[in-house]
């Protein structure tokens, strides 16, 4: 092994194991200010589809659309009741970014060239099975459980005193199964979603070193991971 080669592995080494880290940070940074930005429209598409289940058991509708239901939350709640519910995704966002960016690193370590990096197919691939992963341990359980969260606040006499109470007593009423529900549509969107994420970030990430004169090892800043992601 000659002195370069032995740079070039070493280099890949340190990047593998600070790059799940400053992952798991900007990812953490980027999901959280999605789920600020988004939620209020998730939260009305929520409510719509509780009301249009009611509907079909003969119960009368609340809303007539979006702007009826966004209306009527906030005359109820104040403009902060469009976001009841909004803690079950916050808790879930950094264990979500941790398995995504985590199970990336680690397929990454198995899929890369001599030199550390990933060609167009592995960088899908591992985003593939990050998307996968995400979608099984954490993702399919905290969006039945918003689902249901929401569900119970929309409630007259909501039963769930917080976000933790609300995990144990459906825990304890369904079993771990019930957190469980539309699995493999799940697996399908957030393997695909994250495919295409991972792609794209990881080919912005190589020019942008292009572009500052970097190394293919050298760490691109967290905020600009973020963006990129």
Do not use: W
Not at 15 to 22: E, I, K, P, V
Not at 28 to 43: K, L, M, Q, S, V
Not at 102 to 124: W, Y
Not at 171 to 193: D, F, H, V
């Amino acid at each position: 092994m000659t002195k370069t080669q032995y740079h070039d592995i070493s280099a890949a080494a340190s990047a593998n194991a600070t790059g799940g880290l400053r992952g798991v940070i900007a990812g953490g940074i980027t999901g959280a200010i999605e789920i600020c930005i988004t939620f209020p429209t998730e939260f009305v598409k929520t409510q719509l589809q509780l009301d249009e289940g009611s509907s079909r058991r003969g119960e009368s509708r609340k809303y007539n659309g979006v702007i009826d239901c966004v209306k009527k939350t906030v005359n109820a709640r104040g403009f902060f009741g469009l976001y009841r519910g909004l803690s079950v995704l916050l808790y879930g966002s950094i264990p979500k970014s941790a398995v995504r960016f985590g199970a990336f690193e680690e397929l990454k370590k198995f899929t890369a060239d001599e030199h550390g990096q990933l060609n167009a197919t592995t960088r899908l691939l591992c985003g593939l099975g990050a998307g996968l992963a995400e979608a099984v341990l954490v993702v399919t359980p905290m969006e039945t459980v918003k689902v249901k969260f929401i569900h119970d606040q929309h409630a007259v006499k909501p039963k769930f005193h917080g976000f933790f109470h609300g995990v144990r007593e459906i825990i304890r009423s369904e079993g771990i199964r019930g957190t469980y529900q539309g699995l493999t549509a799940t697996m399908l969107k957030q393997g695909t979603n994250q495919a295409i994420r991972f792609f794209v970030m990881e080919t912005l990430k190589e020019q942008y070193r292009k572009h500052k004169k970097l190394g293919p090892h050298d760490p691109v800043p967290v905020i600009i991971t973020g963006l990129f992601g």
